[in-house]
């Protein structure tokens, strides 16, 4: 009997994957009809947390992973647990707790490994490595966590590029938060993808890397320093200002500082930040990055009750210098930064394709005492230890349990704006994939599980039903079938909580070195396909 060609055979698997395939979307279908922020922009993704006991640890969610891992940025005193982050009526919430965690670090010092304690528990999820855009706005509505007059706790939504991923050090090492498109000699040892070089799918004169774009960061008032409570705006970008540098809680210099922000009611320049010295050895490796911020006044209503979050995010058009960054709260102007700001270094606004992240931290250098005042020997910053309360800000340990709570996220693009991780202008799957091992942590086999599609152990009784609301418990997108969750199509995770999401229209796939072929269909139309979606 004459064989099938090899081909054709291909060509009849696709038409039964395709044919099994439920289209799905980045847009939660609970998302209510409303009309966009701005005129001439749509809806691409959503999320609205609607169902109950959500997991977004790895490999539970398309466009969510809860970190569950050490944070060893910015001072921080807490430990990432997907178990912090979840949902329940209707509201995504991110809870931060006392909670003791020992885990192996190594000393700076002495480069032995040992173990370390940190104290409190928070959550972190992040979109990294599934939802990316590049120009769009994001809309967040939120309600701060623990009271407004009591200080740190560290609630944030923000954005960054895709090649670094936040709290993996490695990753973000000479790529955080580079924008600059330069072949400058005196840069680029700090910027590991120079404009000086080429590679993984760009040429000389691309320079790469990850800017971070703060739609919001929580400051509560203290009875420090901190009289009121603030949320700061910020991008945060590389080359940083070199000479003349503003002085912390001061002013800057006319002409030694980026210029023709413009502000809001109640916003005002950011004077106790202006970004950080990343030292590196030799000391031609160092670099300096900046951050260009406003400080926005709060009330307790932001503590107390939900409230609109919004950044645009407006690319250069072809050969022009006219991108902007537009911050707004409850619809009201916030603060502005317009791309020739960013001309005293050359940096660029951004054009990296950035991913979300939404979290709370717990960091000894916001909100807290600092330095320590003289004489308080806390070493721990435990609330249990009594030699600590000097150490923190009036009321911190009272203020735990607290919860971020957060109703909606939302992204709207127009047309020239574009959806994925890894674009045809700005790749990242190739780099990523060559340097897998900086986005994981030890014990890791690869930086994220593949999506779970049901597989969780489930309790029923003899009719079939789920006899115990518990976390053996399917969701709402699944059935109990001889123990283990069924999920329903539409559904993933392990117990079929999480609704199936996928970009909805056709994004660039960057197919790396993975051979491509072209099959021609019954209607002619021809498709690329990869051949590892058809063995």
């Known amino acids: 009997m004459e064989q099938m060609p090899h081909q054709i055979i291909k060509f009849i698997k696709l038409i039964l994957l395709l044919a099994t395939t439920v289209t799905s979307s980045m847009i939660d279908p609970t998302t209510p009809k409303h009309d966009p922020p701005l005129p001439n922009y749509k809806l691409v993704m959503s999320d609205e947390f609607t169902e109950d006991s959500r997991d977004f640890a790895d490999g539970q969610d398309n466009v969510w992973t809860a970190m569950d891992k050490n944070d060893y940025t910015n001072s921080a005193l807490h430990y990432y647990k997907p178990k912090a982050v979840t949902t329940k009526d209707g509201k995504l919430k991110i809870r931060t707790f006392k909670e003791t965690t020992s885990f192996p670090a190594e000393d700076v010092k002495t480069s032995k490994i040992s173990s370390k304690n940190k104290y409190y528990t928070s959550g972190m999820i992040q979109s990294w490595n599934k939802f990316c855009f590049t120009g769009g706005i994001v809309s967040i509505r939120a ?11 560290w609630p944030a939504s923000w954005m960054m590029g895709n090649l670094a991923r936040a709290t993996y050090v490695g990753s973000s090492d000479y790529m955080w938060p580079w924008s600059y498109d330069k072949c400058n000699r005196e840069n680029q040892n700090g ?5 000086c070089n080429e590679g993984y799918h760009w040429d000389v004169g691309k320079g790469r890397g990850a800017p971070e774009i703060d739609i919001i960061e929580g400051m509560g008032a203290t009875e420090l320093k901190i ?3 603030y949320v700061s705006t910020s991008l945060q970008v590389s080359p940083g200002v070199k000479d003349g540098r503003p002085v912390l809680g001061s002013k800057p210099v006319k002409g030694r500082w980026y210029e023709g922000m413009e502000y809001g009611v109640n916003s005002t320049l950011n004077n106790f930040f202006y970004g950080v010295l990343l030292e590196h050895k030799p000391k031609s490796y160092s670099y300096q990055s900046d951050a260009i911020s406003a400080n926005t006044q709060l009330g307790e209503t932001h503590f107390e009750e939900f409230h609109d979050y919004t950044v645009v995010w407006s690319l250069d058009e072809e050969g022009g210098n006219n991108g902007s960054l537009e911050w707004y709260m409850d619809g009201n102007f916030l603060y502005r930064i317009k791309s020739p700001s960013l001309n005293i270094t050359g940096s660029k606004m951004p054009d990296e394709p950035m991913y979300l992240i939404l979290n709370t931290a717990i960091s000894s250098t ?3 005492p600092a330095p320590i005042p003289d004489g308080c020997e806390c070493e721990s910053y ?4 009594p ?21 909606h996220v939302r992204v709207y693009q127009r047309e020239g704006e574009t959806l994925g991780c890894s674009t045809k202008d700005r790749p990242t799957k190739l780099f990523i994939e060559g340097h897998k091992e900086r986005y994981m942590k030890e014990g890791d086999v690869s930086p994220l599980k593949p999506i779970a599609v049901g597989g969780g152990s489930c309790t029923y009784n003899l009719s079939g039903d789920v006899s115990n609301p518990s976390s053996t418990t399917c969701g709402v997108g699944g059935t109990c079938d001889k123990g283990y969750c069924a999920c329903k199509e539409g559904w993933v995770g392990s117990m079929c909580r999480n609704r199936e999401k996928s970009y909805d229209e056709e994004v660039w796939r960057d197919p790396g070195n993975v051979e491509e072929i072209e099959v021609k269909g019954p209607s002619g139309v021809h498709k690329s396909l990869l051949l590892m979606l058809l063995l």
């Open 143 to 153: 309600r701060l966590p623990g009271n407004a007059f009591v200080g740190g706790l």
């Open 191 to 195: 910027q590991e993808l120079s404009g």
């Open 227 to 229: 009289t009121t409570p």
């Open 366 to 368: 916001w909100g807290f």
């Open 382 to 385: 435990s609330c249990e230890d």
């Open 387 to 407: 030699k600590c309360k000097c150490a923190f800000s009036p009321g911190f340990c009272e203020n735990l349990p607290a919860v971020f709570e957060i109703d």
